[in-house]
């Protein structure tokens, strides 16, 4: 508990105030995007990252639909467990991006994501396995016209 209480200090920071928008391509929109912060003072690889979540306005977002987008690469969700040589540096911004048609409309939506990332530097010996920790962060952000 106290553990989780001082990872939590972070999550506050998870979701980005900036980077909301729907993205286009020759004036059609096909998506929308939303930037993200390492919660915590350290970077990890792309491999610890065990759980990724979104909900926008209260409905799940499909994981096939979301690509994680870092040091200028995209991956899907399902591919993040393999990525051990791929780092999220805790001075980055991640880019979350959902492939919806027409994107979402202008105004403000709430914006959930939620994370359970590996510790790799805590290893529990009780349990012969690394700490996990939850992340999760909930805000309203606007999208513009």
């Not at 610890?48 to 987008?69: A, M, R, T």
């Not at 919806?100 to 529990?124: A, C, I, N, W």
């Not at 010996?125 to 992340?135: D, N, Y």
């Amino acid at each position: 508990m106290l553990m989780r209480v001082w990872f939590a200090k972070y999550d506050k920071y998870f979701i980005c105030e900036d980077g909301f928008q729907n993205c286009s391509i020759g004036g059609k929109i096909h998506g929308y995007s939303l930037k993200l912060r390492m919660p915590k003072y350290r970077g990890i690889p792309l491999s610890c990252i065990e759980e990724l979540h979104l909900k926008v306005d209260g409905i799940v977002v499909d994981p096939k639909d979301i690509d994680f987008c870092i040091n200028n690469k995209r991956f899907k969700i399902s591919e993040l467990p393999v990525l051990y040589s791929e780092w999220w540096n805790v001075l980055d911004k991640a880019e979350l991006y959902v492939e919806k048609k027409d994107g979402l409309q202008p105004g403000s939506h709430e914006v959930e994501v939620s994370m359970v990332r590996r510790e790799t530097y805590m290893f529990r010996e009780e349990t012969q396995s690394f700490l996990r920790v939850p992340v999760k962060d909930k805000k309203q952000l606007v999208i513009g016209n």
